[in-house]
Antibody, heavy 121, light 106 residues
Framework: QVQLQESGPGLVKPSQTLSLTCTVS??????????WSWIRQPPGKGLEWIGY???????YYSPSLKSPVTISVDTSKNQFSLNLSSVTAADTAVYYC?????????????WGQGTLVTVSS | SYELTQPPSVSVSPGQTASITCSGD??????ACWYQQKAGQSPVLVIY???KRPSGIPERFSGSNSGNTATLTISGTQAMDEADYYC?????????FGGGTKLTVL
């Protein structure tokens, strides 16, 4: 059974960088069959896709994001990470990591439990 | 950018059929999927590739997609189905979620 677990600071100051890590267990990021994604949900609002990465390092990001974003992968640790720069209060959200099948039109079959990140001074 | 539109809320009586729509330009030419999210929990996939149910999802959940509209149908709705539902499409390396629909079982 695949499990994903987000970790990182729950509080980030405005203009600083939000950094989160997703640890995958029960399966290998390097299997090549999946994309690994970050999705967020502001309090009381809907889901917003941030981006995804393939184990090789290829990345795709949402064109709608206002803050600069980087997703990276560490196959030796079976982890992938999110860096969101120059954050503002609008980046306050529950951040989820999720797995998607490597298809041209895919879906997220496993999700982490989510972690709340608050941007505040 | 591509947009998916869902009604903010849908109400249904227990045992009746609930239909939640998701509209987007030529959505029927793409695959749609659906997630259920209960309060304080992570989303759960209930339909993928328009009509397929993942293992463990009850048969009362079904999906369709044609023209500009994908539809999630819940037959014999139960109180436990009360949740937020999100549609999603994936096209040209971009993922789009609908705004979500709150299903109330009265």
């Amino acid at each position: 059974q695949v499990q994903l677990q987000e970790s990182g600071p729950g509080l980030v100051k405005p203009s600083q960088t939000l950094s989160l890590t997703c640890t995958v267990s029960g399966g290998s990021i390097s299997s090549g069959d999946y994309y690994w994604s970050w999705i967020r949900q502001p309090p009381g609002k809907g889901l917003e896709w941030i981006g995804y990465i393939y184990y090789s390092g290829n990345t795709y990001y949402s064109p709608s994001l206002k803050s600069p974003v980087t997703i990276s992968v560490d196959t030796s640790k079976n982890q992938f990470s999110l860096n969101l720069s120059s954050v503002t209060a609008a980046d306050t959200a529950v951040y989820y990591c999720a797995r998607a099948r490597r298809y041209t039109s895919s879906w997220f079959d496993y999700w982490g439990q989510g972690t709340l990140v608050t941007v505040s001074s | 950018s591509y947009e998916l539109t869902q009604p903010p809320s849908v109400s249904v009586s227990p045992g009746q059929t609930a239909s939640i729509t998701c509209s987007g330009d030529k959505l029927g030419n793409k695959y749609a999927c659906w997630y259920q999210q209960k309060a304080g929990q992570s989303p759960v996939l209930v339909i993928y590739q328009d009509t397929k149910r993942p293992s463990g999802i009850p048969e009362r959940f079904s999906g369709s997609n044609s023209g500009n509209t994908a539809t999630l149908t819940i037959s014999g709705t139960q109180a436990m189905d009360e949740a937020d539902y999100y549609c999603q499409m994936w096209d040209s390396n971009t993922v789009v979620f609908g705004g979500g629909t709150k299903l109330t079982v009265l």
